[in-house]
Every structure is written in structure tokens, then in C-alpha cells.
């Protein structure tokens, strides 16, 4: 049989909020940062890997680098314990996976840190041909707590693919989980 079909559940994925670590040292304020915008639009929180085969034994760090960074979030900001990270590690080169993954997910928003190297993914050139929700995160220190801190990266970030006003809906919290619901074809 030709073509292919499309499978039912490829349909319509569940959107996610989607943090690409290359393996280096996570920027922790990054992780809890978009840890806390998967929370509050009410969405899961993924962190994408990837590893070359000889680098194999590398997941023991991924896994050590999660469980700081999530200490960290649960320290920082109002983190539920229920609030699960889920890692994909994916075997092979990381450029050609995340390609691969952001095309069978147009749906998630990609939060993109800083101090991780994607080789040429991680600035606005590199991703913006594919539909997903983009957030580069430009300065990760602020001065405040809790909210005033969330608010202070969002305003300083880079964001592409999100509706105009995003920024204006997405400071008044109880809008911004409809905002992204909307946008990403999920209604309440």
C-alpha cells in the first residue's frame, strides 16, 4: 500500500512545554524558569535530550543534572511535588533529533536556555522554520521573588510563534493558561 497513514494519535498531540538540554551544565534558573510556565499554563514539562552511543554512560550526568535542577525549582519557586519531569533521551546526533522531534510536535513550545550549545539550534535563525511555540531566554538574573522574578525573564526573553499581546496577557496569570490553550488549539 502507498502513502502513509496517518495514525490517529498523531493527529492531535497534547501541546507540552519542551526544555532541549545538550548535556552540558543546565542553567538551573532556565529548567525552573520553564518548569514553572509548563505549571502555569497547566501543561507537562519535558526536557529533551540526546547522546552519542559512545556517550552512553553520560546519562548517569543528565539524570544528576534533572534531579538539581528540580531541587532547585522546588526550592525557588511554588513547585508541587506532583509536578513531573519527563526526559526523553534520544540515541544519536542531538541537532538531527531535536529537527526530528520539533517536526512530529508542532504543537509544544520549545524554551530554549541560554548556556546550552545546540551547534546554531539555539538562536532564532536555527529554529524559526518550524511552527512551535518559541521562547529564548535572554537574562536570567532578577532582582525579587516569585512572580516578579517570572515576570522579569519573560519580559527580557525572545518569543516567536506566540500571539501578539503575549506578553501583555501572559503577566495577568490567570489568562496566560487560556492564552496558550487558545493558541494551541485547546479550549476549556
Known amino acids: 500500500m502507498e502513502g502513509t497513514l496517518i495514525q490517529p494519535h498523531m493527529m492531535f498531540q497534547q501541546p507540552r512545554v519542551v526544555f532541549p538540554f ?52 522546588f526550592t525557588h519557586y511554588s513547585g508541587h511535588p506532583s509536578e513531573k519531569t519527563h526526559i526523553r533521551i534520544k540515541t544519536g546526533d542531538f541537532r538531527s533529533n531535536f529537527r526530528h522531534y520539533l517536526n512530529r510536535h508542532p504543537n509544544d513550545i520549545i524554551v530554549v536556555d541560554p548556556l546550552q550549545d545546540f551547534s546554531g539550534i539555539n538562536n532564532p535563525s536555527g529554529l524559526m522554520g518550524y511552527p512551535n511555540g518559541i521562547i529564548f531566554l535572554r537574562q536570567l538574573e532578577s532582582s525579587g521573588a516569585g512572580e516578579d522574578v517570572f515576570s522579569h525573564i519573560l519580559d527580557t526573553a525572545d518569543v516567536y510563534h506566540l500571539p501578539p499581546g503575549f506578553h501583555a496577557q501572559a503577566h495577568r496569570k490567570p489568562h496566560l493558561a487560556s492564552l496558550f490553550l487558545s493558541l494551541l488549539g485547546r479550549h476549556n
Open 22 to 73: 545538550a548535556g552540558n551544565k543546565i542553567s538551573l534558573e532556565a529548567f525552573a524558569w520553564a518548569k514553572e510556565l509548563a505549571a502555569k499554563v497547566h501543561l507537562p514539562f519535558y526536557v529533551f535530550c540526546s547522546l552519542l552511543p559512545e556517550n552512553l554512560f553520560s546519562k548517569i550526568h543528565i539524570y544528576h543534572e534533572m534531579l538539581e535542577a528540580d531541587g532547585y525549582y
